[in-house]
């Protein structure tokens, strides 16, 4: 997977995606209405550049 900058596209709206900020720290996220909120407490992120979707989820061998 890519890091998909801003200005290109964006995720659908409540899509928890990873983003990326202007300082490379990475963190996750909902996207709604063109805005970047925390996945915990709504507070919305400032500096994002890129955003990719999520990795599909760990499916171990004990997984049923």
Not at 23 to 52: E, K, L
């Amino acid at each position: 997977m890519n890091w998909i900058s801003i200005e290109d596209n964006l995720p659908e709206d409540m899509t928890k995606v990873l983003v990326r900020y202007h300082n490379d720290a990475i963190d996750t996220a909902y996207h709604t209405n063109g805005i970047f909120r925390d996945t915990c407490c709504s507070s919305r992120f400032y500096m994002v550049t890129h955003w990719m979707p999520l990795p599909e989820p760990y499916k171990g061998e004990n997984y049923d």
